[in-house]
């Protein structure tokens, strides 16, 4: 069965404050791993899609990479507005040739002034 | 400006009373899917459509129908609700398939006496 473990599942930084969220999976076949970032009472945002180990994208603060057992999100001198739940997803190859995606609980990141 | 639509955005329901949310999307997408998200599970695909008349299970298909008669059109139907089924959900769609970017929707939150 294809996981999708996030970790931590909540994170408090200040303001400056860089880390790093993670995302470790167990599945058949990967075609693909996904960010989203959700807002509270919103629908999850796209951020970026990884397809392979070693593969890296950027976009302002946010830094994703790809390994062939995890990806991790940097964020680099976050600011508040930064402070949402970020989604790990995978997309595997399922049964019947057929697109499965499989969505991590989420990090829940908080970034204090 | 694109988007994707869902209505009702809140629904109170008793069990077995049929209903249905319609989701749109004005981007003229291959793909669209629905999903549900509750506290600890995180978010998971009921169904997908890889285009019109064409579409499959997700991870939890139990009680729920879809149809896709139309391009912009994908339509969650609960034939029997029962309180299980009370979660946020959410639509989403996309160009060509899950390795697009994915459009959410602002949810659908329900509840089910």
């Known amino acids: 069965e294809d996981q999708v473990t996030q970790s931590p599942e909540a994170l408090r930084l200040q303001e400056g404050e860089s880390s790093s969220l993670n995302c470790s999976y167990t599945?058949?076949?990967?075609?693909?791993l996904f960010w989203y970032r959700q807002d509270p009472g919103k629908g999850p945002e796209f951020l970026f899609t990884?397809?392979?180990a070693g593969e890296e994208k950027e976009k302002e603060r946010l830094k994703a990479t790809l390994t062939k057992k995890e990806s991790f999100l940097h964020i680099t001198a976050p600011k508040p507005e930064d402070s949402a739940t970020y989604l790990c997803a995978v997309q595997t190859y399922s049964g019947g040739g057929a697109d499965g995606l499989t969505f991590g609980k989420g990090t829940h990141l908080i970034i204090q002034p | 400006e694109a988007q994707v639509t869902q209505n009702p955005r809140y629904l109170i329901t008793v069990t077995g009373k049929k209903l249905t949310v319609t989701c749109s999307q004005n981007?003229?997408?291959?793909?669209m899917s629905w999903y549900r998200q509750d506290p600890g599970l995180g978010l998971r695909q009921i169904y997908y459509s890889m285009n019109v008349e064409v579409t499959d299970k997700g991870d939890v298909p139990e009680g729920y129908k879809v149809s896709r008669k139309e391009k912009r059109n994908f339509p969650l139907i609960l034939e029997s609700p029962s309180p299980n089924q009370t979660s946020l959900y959410f639509c989403?769609?996309?160009?060509?398939?899950?390795?697009?970017?994915?459009?959410f929707g602002p949810g659908t939150r329900l509840l089910v006496l």
């Open positions: 981007m003229n997408h291959e793909y």
């Open positions: 599945v058949s076949g990967l075609r693909g």
């Open positions: 989403a769609s996309s160009l060509s398939g899950l390795g697009e970017t994915q459009y």
């Open positions: 990884l397809y392979s």
